[in-house]
Structure formats: structure tokens, C-alpha cells
């Protein structure tokens, strides 16, 4: 008898991608690959990750909390408070060198291809990593067989360099991001290819490595890892997708808003009765307050965002089409979801920009209105287009309310697992990126190893199986006592079934504990904190658990004790593994700083 063949797996990951922004999700953006796979596929409407990228990726590697996992915080965050601090009055100093805080994938954890390459699977990779900048730390390290890998946070989509033209250096906020460095099988690419452009890139790598396998007859059921980097700023895009949206975005972010809620309801994702929560923007003009040359540059830039998303799609149809024309999407999970919720910050308000950074843009980039999207402009698109995209939700990426952590996610699975009424359908089951990897791994048959893996003691996952819900065996993915914390650069949150704390410090929220009931205030409109003080106690409760099993260091008293930083902690910009921005350093490895460990690490057993 035949041994029944084991399924493949395609996790896609896009990076700031807003709630509402692609087509099965009521966006007008062009996206008809997703579409397509939407029909194959669930669709969540209470999926959730954690508030910034780095932290997300690491829950989708190994299924746990990424606070035990080694990012805790991102290490950009850490390494410079003001990095995510318009203010700059919030001090990351207490996280630097704390375990949890490494700013990789550590020890405490067994990556999903590292099992799964145990398990006898071919593991791929192509995009963004982010989970740690040497190659010591890259994806080969941590289980991938093949890869192409963009180290850092973010970088131009099109590889272009200014500082190579000399001149007054880098600015302090772009150090981390304005290299697109990149290794391949471990090894540096000293030189991307010609015409570069980061979504086309990774969904060509993706497509070789799969042609590869197909034309070599490799029978071992694979892994693929698509993270892109896009749309992530600076928006850029080829013109042949931003010209699909001239005049699109000329009525403004709050009409959008408003087009966006609506098919929402039509599709059933939101109640038709919801109450959005107000748009938080003061630090940027109303549309209406907008000169008509801002007028024009702002609504370029979504047309930017909306080239980068609709190029986004043309990748993911790259693999997904392979698949089916080679006969094997049947037996492949397929999912896509976004790292965290779209982008709001206005960084011209920041310290850490303003100044040197805008003066640095005037100086190598052109941001006049015709070149926006180029390879040679630099924009983001600010807090009220980012709330177009997360409404009904409050606020976006970074902070741990909904509109910071719900992202879109669908999921198409294996025959095998499939309960045959999954097709196009949209649950309300409540679900996060942690139970990615439980999932994966219950459908290839693999146990995770804990509590040792290769000599070395590891935690267990955090995440469910969604394999019996998908399967029409169970009506939910997590138990009714299911408790989940969020925590990212000192705002938080915790839920238990349809209650929900958050902690916004200000200027953003009131800097205390607030309660929303999900169920009938999926907005996080109406604070019941005070009309429910013995829940708002329980739900502290269960704050302090969910603190002291995943080993979160709060930056706010009101999160949990104050742990204050040492002098040894304390230095800012000294706690990144290496720091790959210094002259010659891509080009010389030797030439790269590493910074020798500073508090032992110790395993936590949780």
C-alpha cells in the first residue's frame, strides 16, 4: 500500500498590511489572486498578531509568545528609545539585555523548519527574516534549506543607496534601514540583481526554488516562507501598478473610511450596526485643512500603497499558480495574513526625524509629486489613511488595540483537512499567529520536541491546532479559558473570551486600564472600567499571569513592577548583535561589531 503523502505547506506574509486592504476583505485594491484563493479558503475576521513585525514573525517561527522567543520588543525599538516615541519621553533602557530582549530567534525556542527539515521537509524561504542580523542568527541557522533573506526591519524596495554618493551620513533613524542587505543560503549577496524590486524579487525567488524542486523530481513535501517586505515604507512601486489608481484617493482617507465600512458589512465582516471608533490624528492636518498640493501628494502616496499591495498579489499568484499547474495546490496549505496592523505613525512629528532625516531626504530624494512610488522617493502615508484601513478598530500598528493587532488572515486547506464547507466561508472564531506553527505541524504529523530539542531545553508552543475547527470537529480553535497578552514598547492589552484590557500611555490613550466588551464594541468605543471594576480586576489578574509566564519587562508602572535599568543596561545604541550600517561592512565581514553578551541567558521554564 502506497504511503499517503504528507501536505506542503505556503505561509504568505505581508508587512503593514491594513485590515480592510485587499479585495476578499472589502478593499478596492486589485488583488485577484487572493481573491481566487479566497474562494478556496477561510477568511477570519478576529485573527490577531502582535502590534510590530519583528514580535509577530517570531510567534509565526515557533508558536509560542514572542517575548519568550527573543523579541520581545523590536531591537530597533530597544536599541533606541525614541525610535517609537514621538515624544521621546518613553525609556526602553529596562528591556536592553534582558532575556527575551535578544533581538533574534533564541535558544529558548525550536524554529518551525527546524522541525519540520528534522521531519524530512524541503524548507524554503524567500523575504523578509527579522529575527536576527547575522548569518549566525539568519534563516539557514534556523532550519531553512533554502533561502533569500532580507536581514533588517525595512529598506528602499529598490535597493538604491544615497549614501553611496557621499555626503553628510546617515541619520540616526534610517541606521537600521537603509541597506537592503540580504543573505542567500547564509551567505551575503554583495549585490542584488539588476532591476530590482523587493515583492517581485522574493516572488521570483519563491518560484525558482518551487521550479527546482518540481524539475529535480524532489519528492520531500516542502515549506514555503513568502514574507514580503512591502507595503512597509517607503512607499514604492513599479508606475504599471500605481496607474491603476489615479484619482482613486482624491476625496481623502476619511471617504475611504467610510467606502471601506460599508463593504465590510455588505460581506459580513463587521455588523451592520458598528460603531467605529473616532479617527485619532491630531498630530497631522484634516483633509479638509490640506492645501490642494497636499491634497495631491497625500493621495499619491495611497496610490503607492495600493501599487505596493496589488504587486504584492502578483507574487503570491507567482507560487500559487505553479501549484495548481503542477497539481500539488490540493495537497498544499496555503494562508496569508499581514504582520500587524497598517502603519499610522506620522513620523515628520518625530525627534528622531525631523531634522537631520528631512534634511537628508531634501538632499538624495526626490519626493516631488510625478516621482512618487520611484526608486528615488521617500513617503509613508500617515495615521488617517492608516485608520481607513483598521476601521472599525481603534488606532493601528504599535499599539495593542484592535486596530494594531487584528489583521486580515485566511487560510486554505489540504483536502485532507478539509471539511469540504470551508470554501469562501468567514468565521468569527478567535485565533492568532501563534497557532500557525501547532497547526502546520499537527497536519504534517511532526510533535514538537519540547521540552529539549538537540541537547538544549525548549519551551513549548503557546498556539492551538487549527486543524479540528478547520476539520468541522470543533466550533472554536481556543478553549473557553484561553487567556492571550499583548505588550509591544509599553502599551498592552489582554483578552479572555469577549472582554478585552488595554494599556495606551498618552498622548494616545489615558494611560490606565480600560475594558471593552468585543462582542458589542468591536470599535473599543465604550470604556467600561469603571462600570465593571470587579472584571477590570479579574482581567488584571490574568495580565499578571500572562507577565510572569512570558517574561514581559513593562516600561509602565500601572504593566507590573518597575524594573529599573542598571548602568550597564542603561547606553542606547549599543545593544543590536552587529551593527551591519558601518562603512565597509557588507563588504568585509571581519569589519562587523558584535557585541559580547552582557547578562547571561537562561532558559525560561514556563
Not at 519583528?54 to 517575548?67: L, W
Not at 473599543?524 to 488584571?540: C, G, I, Q, T
Amino acid at each position: 500500500m502506497a504511503k499517503e503523502k504528507r501536505p506542503n505547506f505556503l505561509v504568505i506574509v505581508a508587512d503593514d498590511l491594513g485590515f480592510s486592504d485587499i479585495s476578499p476583505f472589502g478593499g478596492e485594491i486589485r488583488t485577484p489572486n487572493l481573491a481566487k484563493l479566497a474562494e478556496k479558503s477561510i477568511r477570519f475576521t478576529d485573527f490577531h498578531a502582535a502590534a510590530a513585525c519583528s514580535p509577530s514573525r517570531a510567534m509565526i517561527m515557533t508558536g509560542t509568545d514572542h517575548h519568550i522567543a527573543g523579541l520581545g520588543n523590536l531591537i530597533e525599538w530597544t536599541n533606541i528609545s525614541g525610535q517609537n516615541d514621538p515624544n521621546g519621553t518613553m525609556s526602553t533602557a529596562p528591556q536592553r539585555g534582558m532575556p527575551g530582549y535578544e533581538g533574534y530567534l533564541n535558544e529558548s525556542v525550536v524554529a518551525l523548519p527546524e522541525m519540520l527539515r528534522d521531519a524530512g521537509y524541503l524548507t524554503l524561504m524567500a523575504g523578509k527574516w527579522h529575527l536576527g542580523l547575522t548569518p549566525e542568527r539568519g534563516p539557514k541557522a534556523r532550519g531553512f534549506e533554502r533561502s533569500f533573506a532580507h536581514l533588517p526591519a525595512c529598506s528602499n524596495h529598490y535597493a538604491f543607496e544615497p549614501q553611496l554618493q557621499g555626503g553628510d551620513g546617515i541619520p540616526e533613524f534610517m541606521t537600521m534601514s537603509f541597506i537592503a542587505l540580504h543573505t542567500e543560503d547564509g551567505e551575503y549577496v554583495r549585490k542584488l540583481p539588476e532591476g530590482w524590486y523587493s515583492s517581485d524579487g522574493y516572488g521570483a525567488k519563491m518560484l525558482q526554488y518551487l521550479k527546482e524542486r518540481h524539475e529535480q523530481k524532489d519528492e520531500r513535501p516542502f515549506f514555503g516562507y513568502l514574507p514580503f517586505t512591502a507595503p512597509h515604507w517607503p512607499l514604492q512601486a513599479p508606475q504599471e501598478y500605481i496607474q491603476h489608481y489615479r484619482g482613486v484617493y482624491d476625496d481623502g482617507p476619511d471617504k475611504l473610511r467610510e467606502r471601506r465600512l460599508e463593504r465590510l458589512k455588505e460581506l459580513g465582516m463587521i455588523p451592520k450596526d458598528v460603531e467605529p471608533h473616532p479617527v485619532v490624528a491630531d498630530e497631522v492636518k484634516k483633509w479638509d485643512e490640506m492645501t490642494p498640493e497636499e491634497k495631491a501628494k497625500s493621495a499619491r502616496a495611497m496610490e503607492c500603497f495600493a501599487g505596493m499591495v496589488e504587486c504584492i498579489d502578483a507574487n503570491v499568484g507567482k507560487a500559487v499558480n505553479f501549484l495548481e499547474e503542477t497539481g500539488e495546490l490540493d495537497n498544499t496549505f496555503v494562508c496569508f495574513l499581514s504582520d500587524n496592523g497598517a502603519e499610522g505613525a506620522a513620523y515628520e512629528a518625530y525627534p528622531i526625524v525631523q531634522g537631520s532625516m528631512i534634511q537628508h531626504l531634501k538632499n538624495y530624494y526626490n519626493n516631488s509629486l510625478e516621482n512618487l512610488g520611484n526608486y528615488d522617493s521617500f513617503i509613508w502615508y500617515g495615521p488617517r489613511w492608516a485608520q481607513a484601513a483598521t476601521a472599525p478598530s481603534r488606532l493601528y500598528k504599535a499599539y495593542t488595540t484592535e486596530g494594531g493587532v487584528r489583521v486580515p488572515f485566511m487560510a486554505k486547506f489540504p483536502k485532507e483537512f478539509d471539511n469540504d464547507k470551508n470554501g469562501g466561508s468567514i468565521t468569527n472564531a478567535f485565533s492568532t499567529v501563534m497557532d500557525l506553527a501547532p497547526s502546520i505541524l499537527d497536519m504534517a504529523g511532526v510533535k514538537h520536541p519540547a521540552p529539549t530539542y538537540r541537547g538544549r531545553e525548549v519551551v513549548k508552543m503557546r498556539g492551538s491546532s487549527m486543524v479540528p475547527f478547520a476539520a468541522g470537529k470543533q466550533d472554536q480553535i481556543h478553549t473557553g479559558d484561553f487567556v492571550c497578552g499583548w505588550e509591544t514598547c509599553g502599551r498592552a492589552a489582554v483578552r479572555f473570551g469577549k472582554w478585552k484590557m488595554v494599556y495606551i500611555p498618552r498622548p494616545r490613550g489615558p494611560e490606565r486600564w480600560q475594558l471593552y466588551d468585543l462582542s458589542v464594541d468591536p470599535g473599543e468605543v465604550h470604556d467600561l472600567a469603571e462600570k465593571d471594576p470587579e472584571r477590570l480586576r479579574m482581567m488584571s489578574k490574568l495580565w499578571d499571569q500572562y507577565v510572569l509566564e512570558t517574561g514581559v519587562i513593562p516600561l509602565n508602572p500601572a504593566l507590573g513592577n518597575w524594573i529599573a535599568a542598571t548602568e550597564e543596561q542603561m547606553p542606547e545604541n549599543v545593544w543590536m548583535e552587529y551593527e551591519y550600517w558601518k562603512d565597509g561592512a557588507r563588504d568585509e565581514p571581519e569589519k562587523f561589531t558584535r557585541h559580547p553578551p552582557r547578562f547571561k541567558r537562561t532558559v525560561k521554564q514556563f
